[in-house]
């Protein structure tokens, strides 16, 4: 009887083992399964993020070293670029963190969850010339914004719209300048005419031709109006002429403006809103304007190793050689300096007193006061043109005009109309505005999208310089992305979907 209990006993142990044993293995393979896909599912998201900040960490290393930027080439030195290229090497790097590491089972490399990535994609992008430059304009912001705004915004004596008062005003007074030139020409022609007529009457009539009748008629000009042809003749010269006089010291460097990014058809991509964890607002025109000339060279720090040394001046001008984008500097600031040095010197009494004089002399000589007037206006406008060369001129070689002029601050001289080309030399006064400040209010009068396309010409040109960048394009570069992905593990779909940029 004992011994038949004792194997019921055992009989019951057994099962009792065998059923608890399958409970266990069970739930130990339930963990294991659960502890293989908790594991798939960190792997695809470590995988993918890692994917992204390696892809970011190859930022173009020479856009950065020289202009503060963060982009990545998603061209890597080679023909094409876009999103799919930019795809392919977000794969590339999953791909690599998903490889087998292991001793081969059977014959195969295997590891816990032996992932496989089917597919990543980019189905957004933010790229260099999206919305105007907008991811451009954004890390000026950033970077520039380390100084005080108000310290900047300070330095701007006059604002935007005193700068383009000044220029239109400039314009103004260019046309008015010819129009009395050309007046005043006429008006002695025909005082000439009418005196000669009146001594062939006089002779008619046998009556007597004084020697100032004959000297009213005679076609020798007077000093007055050698004044206002000189000038007249000064202004037809190229505009670096009138500056400089010697222009072979100035840089003759050239590009192809056909192949610049403001002149072709860019790529593009989709325009996303940049995560921007720092919340930078869009660039201030200002310190953009700050940026462009801290980061290009112009007339005064020309930039040594750039495809234009004049680099500030082509952003103004977008022209293909340093020469053509410095006379159309010089001929906006000849304008701006008009308009001033107009305004100042129809009150200075004292120098009024002389362009009086002089024309005074002229209508005595010509038997004609009424002529005075038209000649006193006509000399004070070339002077006032004189004196706003001789501006430029200063302001190109490193010296400082202020914006409004004053008695001391004048350099020329009235009797210097008789001879512009040697009147405009090197003289500074120290006081005012230097060429910096003047650029920027020429950029100031830029337009935002213009201006930021023309920059990015200047980036591209330098960049293009440097081995193994000869087809860098800046249109190919971006700072912000979307990316999708897939794999598969344990049996079981894992998907991924995420935004990354240089915040």
């Not at 009213?216 to 202004?235: I, K, L, T, Y």
Request: with cysteine.
């Amino acid at each position: 009887m004992l011994e038949g209990s004792g194997r019921e006993t055992d009989g019951y142990m057994t099962v009792y083992l065998v059923l608890t044993l399958a409970a266990f293995l069970t739930l130990y393979l339930v963990l294991i399964s659960g502890a293989r896909l908790g594991a798939a599912r960190m792997q695809m998201e470590s995988v993918s993020r890692i994917a992204q900040n390696a892809a970011l960490a190859e930022f173009h290393r020479e856009l950065h070293s020289r202009y503060d930027l963060f982009f990545t080439d998603t061209s890597y030195g080679g023909p094409g670029g876009g999103n799919d290229e930019f795809a392919q090497h977000l794969r590339n790097y999953m791909d690599s963190n998903c490889a087998r590491k292991t001793a081969p089972i059977f014959g195969r490399l295997r590891d816990w969850t032996s992932m496989e990535i089917s597919d990543v994609r980019v189905p957004e992008a933010r790229y260099a010339c999206d919305n105007g430059g907008k991811a451009v304009r954004e890390q000026v912001y950033a970077y520039m914004s380390a100084d005080p705004a108000g310290a900047v915004i300070s330095e701007m004596l006059v604002t935007a719209d005193q700068w383009r008062g000044l220029e239109i005003s400039g314009r103004e007074w260019t046309a008015e300048t010819e129009k009395s030139r050309e007046d005043l020409k006429q008006a002695l022609r025909d005082r000439r005419e009418d005196q000669k007529q009146e001594n062939e009457e006089k002779e008619e009539r046998e009556e007597e031709v004084t020697a100032k009748e004959y000297e009213a008629a005679s076609d020798e000009p007077s000093e007055a109006e050698n004044m206002v042809d000189r000038m007249g003749s000064f202004q037809l010269l190229p505009v670096l002429r009138q500056v400089f006089g010697d222009i072979g010291g100035l840089s003759d460097r050239q590009v192809e403006t056909e192949n610049v990014l403001s002149a072709r058809k860019v790529h593009l991509g989709t325009g996303m809103t940049a995560v921007n964890s720092h919340k930078y607002p869009p660039a201030d025109e200002i310190l953009f304007d700050r940026y462009i000339y801290e980061k290009t060279g112009s007339c005064v720090n020309p930039s040594e190793d750039g495809q234009l040394r004049y680099q500030t001046e082509y952003i103004l001008c977008g022209k293909g050689s340093d020469r053509e984008n410095l006379e159309g500097t010089a001929a906006r600031l000849i304008l701006i300096r008009e308009a001033s040095n107009c305004a100042y010197l129809f009150t200075d009494e004292s120098r009024m007193g002389q362009v009086r004089a002089v024309a005074a002399a002229a209508s005595l000589l010509l038997l004609s006061p009424e002529l005075e007037e038209p000649a006193s206006y006509a000399i004070a406008l070339a002077w006032s043109y004189l004196e706003s060369v001789q501006d430029v001129r200063t302001l190109m070689k490193g010296g400082k005009v202020p914006v409004f002029k004053t008695g001391d601050s004048w350099k020329t001289r009235l009797y210097e109309l008789l001879t512009p080309l040697t009147a405009v030399r090197d003289r500074d006064s120290g006081e005012g505005l230097d060429y910096r400040a003047y650029l920027q209010g020429l950029l100031l009068l830029s337009g935002s999208s213009v201006k930021t396309q023309r920059t990015m010409d200047v980036m591209e040109m330098d960049l293009r310089r440097i081995t193994g960048n000869s087809g860098f394009r800046m249109d190919l570069c971006l700072d912000e992305f979307n990316m999708n992905a897939g794999a598969k593990a344990c049996g079981t779909e894992f998907l991924f979907s995420g935004s990354s940029g240089y915040n």
